[in-house]
């Protein structure tokens, strides 16, 4: 680990201007671009997974470009956690609402007991309630995932 | 100690494959997923569901569990690395 850093910093890759500033411009749209793929899965490929993994990349990106503290100013390791976790829940409690609203565990149309929508309705809200709970874990997990594996847990310098 | 991990991984890897051989051809029309499971999606999934892409409505609600032990699993693992390698702050 330690071998790879110094690799990393004798290449002296983070210092380019261009690529800084290409960054600095490109992780707003990149992560419009997740949010995009996490909505429009009903319509199109994508999903929970594929924007989580999107937006976690802007913010490895970042890190790359950039160094480990400059990703930590903009998520840090509380936020992280907290996204995380509530991803999560979000999805483990969506389904046990279902089963004590009176449905099955995970039949989201149960839910039409809370807000009278229709069934069908619920289907697919529930379906698109699920996503954004996997997008939002899977993200926070791959950005602490690269927080300690390039950084051997010390959460300093990074690559 | 490595050798006989070897062997085991080799036994079983050789089951697994062996297992293979009875699986369905690939897009094989006459195998039972082709035959019962998926026109039953095809026909109903949008009906049942409004969601106009059939991947995401088979992945998030016919096989929901699937999806959400997927997302528990990938939890585990970064909450495993953080368990092994974050070290408190000094």
């Known amino acids: 680990m330690k071998r790879l850093q110094e690799q990393a910093r004798g290449r002296d890759i983070g210092d ?33 997974f594929q924007g989580g993994v999107i937006l976690g990349a802007s913010f490895i990106l970042l890190a790359l470009a ?43 149309s149960a839910l039409d007991r809370l807000i009278s929508l229709g069934p069908i309705e619920w289907r697919s809200l529930g379906i698109f309630l699920v996503e954004v709970g996997v ?25 | ?16 494959l062996y297992g293979t051989r009875d699986f369905a051809a690939w897009g094989d029309a006459a195998s039972p997923a082709s035959r019962h499971v998926s026109p039953v999606y095809i026909e109903r999934a949008v009906k049942e569901t409004h969601v106009p892409n059939l991947v995401t409505a088979i992945l ?26 974050r070290r408190q702050k000094t």
């Open chain 1, 135 to 159: 997008g939002t874990a899977v993200m926070s997990i791959m950005v602490s995932l690269f927080w300690d594996l390039g950084s051997g847990g010390e959460m300093d310098e990074g690559l």
């Open chain 1, 66 to 108: 950039y160094d480990l503290r400059t990703s930590l100013r903009f998520m840090s390791e509380r936020t992280n956690a907290i996204l995380g976790n509530a991803g999560v829940l979000i999805y483990t409690g969506i389904a046990l609402l279902c089963a004590l609203l009176g449905g099955m565990f995970l039949d989201y």
């Open chain 1, 16 to 48: 380019n201007l261009i690529i800084r500033t290409a960054v600095r411009l490109l992780v707003p749209f990149i992560q419009l671009f997740g949010l995009y793929v996490i909505v429009h899965g009903h319509y199109s490929p994508g999903g929970g």
């Open chain 2, 1 to 16: 100690m490595k050798a006989l991990a070897f062997l085991a991984t080799l036994a079983t890897g050789i089951v697994l």
């Open chain 2, 60 to 85: 998030g609600d016919y096989r929901g569990y699937d999806t959400m032990f997927e997302t528990v699993v990938i939890y585990c693992a970064g909450l495993a690395v953080v368990c092994v390698l």
